[in-house]
């Protein structure tokens, strides 16, 4: 659980990154990728691709806008870190319910980009 400090200071660089959404999502998965190039490997339309290649792909840039979203919808329920399940599940279905360690990979490459903006 967190401290209301801590969801705070969490809460604050969060919607600074978000000031810049489609960057931020970009941002997000070029991190993730970086951390974990095997997850890259589960995207048909960014497997192979160098980082160069992903950071002019539109299609990179409006997924990692809508991941980002997701992620707010989440980040703004931080005081009620019990909701956190209920909005992954309500907003992506199957493909959070079946793949949630692959999401928890996901929000370990969040924390980085967060950090750098701070």
Do not use: C
Not at 41 to 63: I, N, Q, T
Not at 80 to 109: H, I, P, Q
């Amino acid at each position: 659980m967190l401290t209301a400090d801590e969801t705070q200071i969490i809460l604050s660089g969060w919607n600074q990154a978000m000031k810049d959404a489609k960057g931020l999502g970009l941002d997000i998965f070029l991190t993730l990728f970086e951390m974990f190039p095997q997850h890259q490997e589960l995207f048909r339309d960014f497997k192979g691709k160098s980082r160069a290649e992903l950071e002019k792909m539109p299609k990179l840039r409006a997924h990692g806008l809508r991941v980002v979203n997701t992620l707010d919808g989440a980040i703004q329920s931080l005081d009620d870190m019990e909701s956190l399940d209920v909005v992954f599940t309500r907003r992506l279905g199957a493909a959070y319910t079946d793949n949630k360690a692959v999401w928890m990979k996901l929000l370990e490459g969040v924390i980085p980009v967060i950090q750098r903006g701070m």
